[in-house]
T-cell receptor
Framework: DAEITQSPRHKITETGRQVTLACHQTWNHNNMFWYRQDLGHGLRLIHYSYGVQDTNKGEVSDGYSVSRSNTEDLPLTLESAASSQTSVYFC??????????????FGAGSRLTVL | QQPVQSPQAVILREGEDAVINCSSSKALYSVHWYRQKHGEAPVFLMILLKGGEQKGHEKISASFNEKKQQSSLYLTASQLSYSGTYFCGTDGSGTYKYIFGTGTRLKVLA
């Protein structure tokens, strides 16, 4: 069965360290997204990609970067982790059909704690 | 800018009804609703593509008022399994930039 997997599921790191969260999907979806979830803010869009070599900034992209070298993967990198980036991170993908009709499929989430 | 949902949180008894509202400052071309159980990923509930469209899923239904840039989710005769956080979502005007509302935490008590 097709799936979307995130790793690691839990990560503790120190302020200033570089961290990469992996996202791998086998749906063959064109669109991929990264969100962070914090109480009171819901799901906020960090970065998204429409396809290979395409990346776009979302609403809260400062301090984060992504790259899309193939259809299956969209890793999220925190260049220099800050305590404000402690959060639960969700990766999602969609098929890229007609705009408005895209349904997102989510990974299980990665909980990141920055000390 | 994120759509705003109201209320932020609601507590119900089994069998009671609830309404969750989603309001956007920008034009909504479609509205999607998701439910997230505690500790899990959000799961798609339904999509409304046209103003005035209404849909149902189990005893959960939704409406979409395109002119008012609003959507409402109606939970009828709530069950314990309805507990979770509900999100409205939209991918904007002809793009795939998918953003979510602020979320509504719903708890159903026995």
């Amino acid at each position: 069965d097709a799936e979307i997997t995130q790793s690691p599921r839990h990560k503790i790191t120190e302020t200033g360290r570089q961290v990469t969260l992996a996202c791998h999907q086998t749906w063959n979806h064109n669109n991929m997204f990264w969100y962070r979830q914090d109480l009171g803010h819901g799901l906020r869009l960090i970065h998204y990609s429409y396809g290979v070599q395409d990346t776009n900034k979302g609403e809260v992209s400062d301090g984060y970067s992504v790259s899309r070298s193939n259809t299956e993967d969209l890793p999220l990198t925190l260049e220099s982790a800050a305590s404000s980036q402690t959060s639960v991170y969700f990766c999602a993908s969609s098929s890229g059909g007609p705009s408005g009709a895209n349904v997102l499929t989510f990974g299980a989430g990665s909980r990141l704690t920055v000390l | 800018q994120q759509p705003v949902q109201s209320p932020q949180a609601v507590i119900l008894r089994e069998g009671e009804d609830a309404v969750i509202n989603c309001s956007s400052s920008k034009a909504l071309y479609s509205v999607h609703w998701y439910r997230q159980k505690h500790g899990e990923a959000p799961v798609f509930l339904m999509i409304l593509l046209k103003g005035g469209e209404q849909k149902g899923h189990e005893k959960i239904s939704a409406s979409f008022n395109e002119k008012k840039q609003q959507s409402s989710l109606y939970l009828t005769a709530s069950q314990l399994s309805y507990s979770g956080t509900y999100f409205c979502g939209t991918d904007g005007s002809g793009t795939y930039k998918y953003i979510f509302g602020t979320g509504t935490r719903l708890k159903v008590l026995a």
